[in-house]
């Protein structure tokens, strides 16, 4: 039951025939209007959110969410035996589930970008009893008794309406509605109380805060436009390590090693005082439920319904991953230990963690003549937005057209509409809040906030998505300018929009980007291929300051080089964050949570670079609740998108083909996880899924 979430130009020449965006907002009411009434005549419905704006209303719909959800399952707990049938019973669940989810995929998002404190505060504390809620709502025994009942009838069911059927006895089987009602009772309590804690870990995220300062000499080799927005006295600097943008411009290009350290053990032990006691709660919590329901670990309890199936599946993935790079990453990790001795004269230097950044980046530069901050003047934030808009539009079929939003948590929040640019029928909305600010979410997602849903009289709720981001901030000299991880971070997330609007599932449960957790991320990794297309830059990077000027072939052909040349220590980060998430959810338990960090740490350094002494990094590694024993299913997920992306690379049209977006469109996006996600990879693929070009993109060698 997943209601929080989970983890966005023009091609004027080549496409004049293509639909570009509305740059002038329309008048709200009326352009919101036309909307809602051209998607009546596809029985489709459009609602704007209505955001609550005061802790009283923050409270009143909590209140009411609850009231309409306990009042749904008193209607099918009280259902005689006679009385049960599919409708009443199975979608009426669904039905209750999409209701609720509203204020709490609603909520979530206020308490991540509302700019008002006490409001944030607030939905933290409505989120903790919607979701204590929730986990009560799996022990209602006269709905269990309602549904046994329907599943006695031995409903003949078929496709999406069967796996529904299915997935939700399970659901009830997993949540231990079969144990002796004492066990069951004792999951239940411990469910509800691991719930408020996930939620503290996760709001202790969002409002970690932590500012440095610095002199001008410590920041050495950080670009001047980087200091000009932080300067705060005259040789006084401040960075703000919980900021993401400003964290990898300091550890990318600092040339001072004490200032990269310094900065990188403060945010490793960003919120660490309030995370670390809440994440030994948390995990003996998990381990202790997983057992409770017969599950060797917690980890084991997760991938049982994921593609992975087993937590040694996942282990051993990435352990096999780990020692395919091996040899590629000894060879970078060499080369950067070169770069050091150079700089430092010292023949014993040693590549510490945080250094691997800077000289990853130092080797792109002296090796590959690419500097990544230098090629920020070709990437705008407007005009990357507008091209990956138009190449989104013309792949998927799509106009999009900006509204002005009617209510607005920030100043220059956006809301587009999102059509079918052949029929003409509405798909949906989404917004846009890309910006840092205090008290944001701060890192990159797509957060939902309606679902697609068949609705009791035959209409469909069409979707709402949003996008929170924190892309550098416009100054008074320049546009916001992004670098090119940042234009394979917009694309990628706006795949998640898309993935969510696009959906044409009939069930919540099954809408958009509710697929297994280890597929999730696949679609949109796909799409960050884009960003490393010469035809697909072209149409939108271009220096500001002369829009005549485009990235060189040979900068791109370098920036290529470089990346496959560092790809080895990227790779094995992420193999070291998955391998860390297992072994904490497989191996901790209420006699051993001292070795809660010694452990995360051992795993994170066998895999990558020795952590820093005396620091907490899971404390502020938010993945470790939303993901929970799940990180694998990044690695998992690319290995499948690598594969998907061949079949744009192998097309007539390459990544323009209409076809085949058409086609990613139907079997991956429409369909959700109404069928096995399985049979809609092998659908898009028309072949079985295959790991080699993965392998062959990180560079592991093939025998």
């Known amino acids: ?46 609602t704007i959110p209505a955001f609550e704006k005061t802790t009283n209303e923050v409270s009143t719909t909590t209140a009411q969410a609850i009231a309409t959800g306990d009042a749904a399952l008193d209607r099918i707990g009280k259902l005689g035996a006679g009385e049960v049938t599919f409708a009443n019973t199975i979608v009426a669940l669904d039905d209750l589930n999409a209701q609720v989810g509203l204020a709490s ?39 269990y008794h309602s549904l046994k009942a329907f599943a006695a009838t031995n409903p003949q069911l078929n496709g999406e309406d069967k796996k529904l059927f299915v997935e939700t006895m399970r659901d009830y089987r997993r949540a231990g509605l079969e144990l002796p009602k004492s066990e069951r009772d004792e999951v239940e309590k411990l469910r509800k109380e691991l719930t408020g804690l996930e939620t503290d870990f996760e709001n202790n995220v969002t409002k970690a805060q932590l500012s440095l300062t610095f ?40 040339s001072v090693e004490a200032t990269r350290k310094k900065f990188l053990v403060a945010r490793d032990n960003l919120a660490r005082a309030e995370n670390m006691p809440l994440l030994a709660k948390v995990l003996v919590l998990r381990d202790s439920i997983a057992k409770k329901l017969g599950y060797a670990s917690y980890a084991d309890l997760g991938t049982d319904v994921k593609m992975v199936k087993t937590a040694a599946n996942a282990t051993r993935f990435l352990q096999d991953l780990q020692a395919g ?31 691997w950044r800077y000289y990853s980046n130092e080797l792109k530069k002296q090796k590959y003549n690419v500097d990544a901050e230098q090629l920020r003047v070709y990437f705008p934030y407007q005009k990357v937005l507008e091209g990956m808009f138009t190449i989104y539009q013309r792949i998927f079929g799509l106009k999009f057209e900006a509204i002005e939003p009617p209510y607005k948590w920030i100043g220059d929040l956006q809301l587009y509409a999102v059509s079918d640019a052949q029929t003409g029928e509405p798909m949906g909305l989404f917004y846009l809040d890309m910006f840092p600010r205090d008290g944001k979410y701060n890192h990159f997602a797509m957060f939902p906030l309606i679902e697609g849903k068949q609705l009791a009289d035959g209409t469909y709720r069409r979707p709402v998505m949003s996008m929170i981001c924190n892309f550098p901030a416009p100054t008074k000299d320049h546009p916001s300018l992004m670098s090119h991880d940042d234009v394979e971070t917009i694309f990628h997330e706006f795949g998640h929009a898309m993935h969510g609007v696009l959906t044409r599932a009939k069930y919540a449960r099954f809408s958009g980007t509710s697929v297994p957790q280890d597929f999730v991320e696949a679609p949109s990794q796909m799409l960050e291929n884009w960003a490393w297309d010469k035809a697909v830059l072209d149409t939108f990077a271009a220096d500001y300051r002369d829009p ?14 470089a990346r496959l040349a560092t790809e080895g220590t990227r790779y094995r980060r992420q193999i070291s964050f998955g391998l860390m998430d297992l072994a904490l959810h ?49 690695a998992w997920a690319d290995a499948i998108a690598a594969d998907l992306a061949t079949v744009f690379e192998q097309s007539p049209g390459g990544y323009y083909d209409q076809t085949v977006g058409m086609r990613l469109r139907k079997e991956i996006y429409e369909v959700g996880n109404s069928r096995d996600v399985n049979e809609s990879i092998e659908k898009f693929l028309g072949r079985p899924r295959s790991i080699e070009p993965f392998l062959k993109r990180i560079g592991v060698n093939q025998k």
Request: aromatic share 10%; hydrophobic share 40%; glycine share 4%.
């Open 215 to 254: 002199t001008r000499s410590e920041l050495a080799g950080v670009p001047d436009d980087f200091l000009e927005q932080v300067k705060t006295d005259a040789d006084e600097y401040t960075v703000k390590a919980n900021v993401t943008w400003h964290s990898l411009c300091v550890l990318d290009n600092c």
């Open 548 to 561: 005549s000027k485009k990235i060189p072939t040979e900068i791109l052909a370098k920036l290529k080089e």
């Open 105 to 143: 995929e609603r909520l979530g998002l206020i308490e991540q970008t509302s700019t008002n404190a006490a409001v944030r505060e607030a939905a933290t504390v409505a989120l903790k009893q919607l979701s204590e809620w929730s986990v009560g709502l799996d022990y209602r025994e006269d709905v």
């Open 1 to 46: 039951m997943r209601w929080r979430c989970l983890f966005l130009a023009l091609i004027a020449s080549l496409f004049a025939a293509c639909h570009t965006v509305k740059t002038k907002s329309d008048n709200s009411t009326e352009a919101l209007t036309a909307f809602q009434n051209r998607a009546a005549k596809f029985h489709s419905v459009i």
């Open 586 to 634: 497989t191996q901790i338990n209420s006699e051993n949570t001292t070795n809660i960090l010694p452990l995360a740490n051992e795993k994170l350094g066998a895999a990558f670079i020795p952590m820093a002494p005396d620091t907490a990094f899971p404390a502020y590694f938010g993945h470790i609740i939303g993901y929970g024993a799940g990180y694998y299913g990044y």
């Open 325 to 355: 790079l091996q040899p590629k990453f000894a060879a970078e990790q060499e080369e950067f230990r070169q770069l050091k001795i150079k700089d430092t004269g010292d023949t014993n230097a040693v590549i510490n963690i945080w250094d």
